[in-house]
């Protein structure tokens, strides 16, 4: 599978916007990019996912760089309900399995 | 919102006693899965089912697990004889399909073995 790296933690102030980074430079032109996040005590839970251009949804919003070896996650005004552990997965079409790393714990303060 | 439901919220078990855990995927989902998190570890994938069989099966799925579609709603995990390391956070989730769909996720089992 290929590889995702991604800071292990960040820190955040309330009512800011949030930009969570991920590298991927082994992605393949195949891999879609799908975040998860994982609030405290939940199962993780689909965000976003994107293939080459930038992508919004009601949660968030996803940029991914021209080369595709990284991409963005950015949170447009974060609240302390999105105090989690933000995954970035490569995903390939016909793959049965999301891999998790370590993911990157936003805290939020208030 | 239709969402994925585990029981029970929590198992206590001894060494050796076997377990099932259940699990409501949503309704009209086609794939199920099952993944477990080891308290403080990454979230590691089991197993996929489809059409009432395997999909795959990651190293960790051993003969000592096994999954089933009993009924149109339910799905399960059976741990036949646990161990102290079967210890962590059990995750159920469905898609629509495989590939591309997103993943719904249940709350978690948490299983402990004494």
């Known amino acids: 599978d290929a590889k995702t790296t991604q800071p292990n933690s960040m820190e955040s102030n309330e009512e800011e916007p949030v930009h969570l980074p991920c590298n991927h430079s082994t992605i393949s032109g195949t891999d879609y990019i799908h975040w998860y996040r994982q609030l405290p005590s939940q199962g993780p839970e689909y965000v976003i996912h994107g293939l080459t251009s930038n992508v919004n949804n009601r949660m968030a919003s996803l940029a991914i760089a021209e080369d595709r070896k990284s991409s963005t996650l950015i949170l447009h005004r974060a609240t302390l309900r999105d105090a989690a552990v933000y995954y970035c997965i490569l995903y390939n079409f016909g793959n049965e399995k999301l891999t998790f790393g370590t993911g990157t714990r936003l805290t939020i303060i208030p | 919102e239709p969402e994925v439901t585990q029981t029970p919220s929590h198992q206590v078990t001894q060494m050796g006693q076997e377990v099932i855990l259940r699990c409501v995927p949503i309704s009209n989902h086609l794939y199920f899965y099952w993944y477990r998190q080891i308290l403080g570890q990454k979230v590691e994938f089991l197993v996929s089912?489809?059409?009432?069989?395997?999909?795959?099966k990651s190293e960790i799925f051993d003969d000592q697990f096994s999954v089933e579609r009993p009924d149109g709603s339910n799905f399960t995990l059976k741990i036949r004889s646990t161990k102290l390391e079967d210890s962590a956070m059990y995750f159920c989730?469905?898609?629509?399909?495989?590939?591309?769909?997103?993943?719904?996720f249940g709350p978690g089992t948490r299983l402990t073995v004494l």
């Open positions: 089912f489809y059409n009432n069989e395997i999909s795959e």
């Open positions: 989730a469905s898609s629509e399909d495989r590939g591309l769909f997103e993943q719904f």
